[in-house]
Nanobody
Framework: QVQLVESGGGLVQAGGSLRLSCAAATSGRTFSTYAMGWFRQAPGKEREFVAAITFNGNRTLYTDSVKGRFTISRDNAKNTLFLQMNSLKPEDTAVYSC????????????????WGQGTQVTVSS
């Protein structure tokens, strides 16, 4: 079991930055044995993949719209996942959720096993 709690969301002007955190509490397997991902869901839209990272952080994957602006990272010693978001745009406005995937060596865009509740990010123009 994995419990995930996101934080760091808020209101920011276009061009600004935010850093999201996702704190994990696990039983059985440790945080470092899961691949992790970030997803977002804007009002009236389906949830979409944003970024993923392997168990050791050696490989990452991003959706095209955030490449060069967002950076996913993790601190396994602190059981925490991060998403650094720079050059934010109004179209980045959404609820951002983190998720854990049981296959640690992949950067999956679907099939995640555990989800957090999400944190709201609002970018004003």
């Amino acid at each position: 079991q994995v419990q995930l709690v996101e934080s760091g969301g808020g209101l920011v002007q276009a061009g600004g930055s935010l850093r999201l955190s996702c704190a994990a509490a696990t039983s059985g397997r440790t945080f470092s044995t899961y691949a992790m991902g970030w997803f977002r869901q804007a009002p009236g839209k389906e949830r979409e993949f944003v970024a993923a990272i392997t168990f050791n952080g050696n490989r990452t994957l991003y959706t095209d719209s955030v490449k060069g602006r967002f950076t996913i990272s993790r601190d396994n010693a602190k059981n925490t996942l991060f998403l650094q978001m720079n050059s934010l745009k109004p179209e980045d406005t959404a609820v951002y959720s983190c998720a854990a995937h049981r296959n640690p060596i992949t950067t999956p865009i679907m099939g995640y096993d555990y989800w957090g509740q999400g944190t709201q990010v609002t970018v004003s123009s």
